[in-house]
């Protein structure tokens, strides 16, 4: 089992930045990706970003490209989103997730419990 904090969330006013995290514990070592999902009330879930732990891949929504940065930090098991430059469409409840590989069904074995953006006009 993988255990996911996420943290970083609050209330910024358009243009604003956040950074959120997203703290892994328990059986890290079979975890390979790790990525951010978003969820706006009434819309679907959707990928924002992941990465690979061993480097082979990085992915970001067309919305995230030149925005948002994704990054890692191995020896705290720790996942980073850099959100800058934010709009209000950026508004919504923000989850980790990590799988053991990168590859299509397998990136969200694991989820947190999320962590709430909201951004003001």
């Known amino acids: 089992q993988v255990h996911l904090v996420e943290s970083g969330g609050g209330s910024v006013q358009a243009g604003g930045s956040l950074r959120l995290s997203c703290t892994a514990s328990?059986?890290?070592?079979?975890?390979?990706?790790m990525g951010w999902f978003r969820q706006a009330p009434g819309k679907e879930r959707e990928e924002v970003a992941y990465?690979?732990?061993?480097?082979?891949?990085?992915y970001y929504a067309d919305f995230a490209k030149g925005r948002f940065t994704i990054s890692q930090d191995n020896a705290k098991n720790t996942l980073y989103l850099q959100m800058n430059s934010l709009k209000p469409e950026d508004t919504a409840m923000y989850l980790c997730?990590?799988?053991?590989?990168?590859?299509?069904?397998?990136?969200?074995?694991?989820w947190g419990q999320g962590t709430q953006v909201t951004v003001s006009s």
């Open positions: 997730a990590v799988g053991p590989t990168c590859s299509r069904g397998h990136r969200s074995a694991y």
């Open positions: 328990g059986y890290v070592y079979s975890i390979d990706c």
């Open positions: 990465l690979s732990k061993g480097g082979g891949s990085t």
